[in-house]
């Protein structure tokens, strides 16, 4: 019998075989090594216990694993065609002035030139001049800085995605 206060989608997310929890886990975040240390803390109790384990991977992450995990992530402003989290999560940009799409495009190329990654930021409940200034804040950064700002922000973004995945019905 399920307890009621788990959230259905986390029990069956606890239930899935392997191999449907890591596809599941890798449309919350593309990083493998992230998803293997998620599978190896079912069952979770409760979501927390899901999230708490999604952010001790994060912080082993090596520096390539992280990098994989940057891959999964279009440029602000360009969401992934056929990427429903992709859309939600960069919402403040959908509608944006165009001059303003022009700035992101530009800074976001500038932002990969120096760091060599796309810049990445949870966009979800921000606004298109909240990310460009973000993204302008940021360029300023050394690149070690910037890793690991990178990595609280992918933090954030797979707890955001963690909790549509444990919170959903079937």
């Not at 191999?19 to 990083?31: F, G, R």
């Not at 992280?66 to 360009?78: K, Q, S, T, V, Y």
Request: glycine residues 8%.
């Amino acid at each position: 019998m399920t307890s009621t206060s788990t959230p259905p989608g986390l029990t069956r997310f606890n239930a899935l075989e392997e191999a449907a929890a890591l596809a599941a886990l890798h449309e919350v975040c593309t990083c493998t090594a992230w998803a293997r240390r998620l599978l190896a803390a079912r069952p979770c109790a409760a979501p927390e216990d899901l999230y708490a384990a999604s952010d001790a991977a994060m912080a082993e992450l090596t520096a390539a694993e992280l990098g994989e995990a940057m891959a999964g992530h279009p440029p602000i402003g360009r969401p992934k065609p056929g990427d429903p989290a992709s859309a939600r999560e960069q919402r403040g940009m959908v509608g944006a002035p165009e001059g303003l799409r022009a700035e992101m495009l530009e800074l976001n190329l500038a932002y990969q030139e120096k760091f060599g990654h796309v810049f990445l930021i949870c966009a979800t409940g921000r606004t298109g001049e909240q990310m460009r200034d973000a993204v302008k804040e940021r360029l300023g950064n050394a690149p070690q800085q910037e890793r690991e700002i990178v990595r609280t922000e992918l933090g954030k973004i797979n707890r955001i995605r963690l909790a549509r995945l444990v919170e959903e019905d079937a």
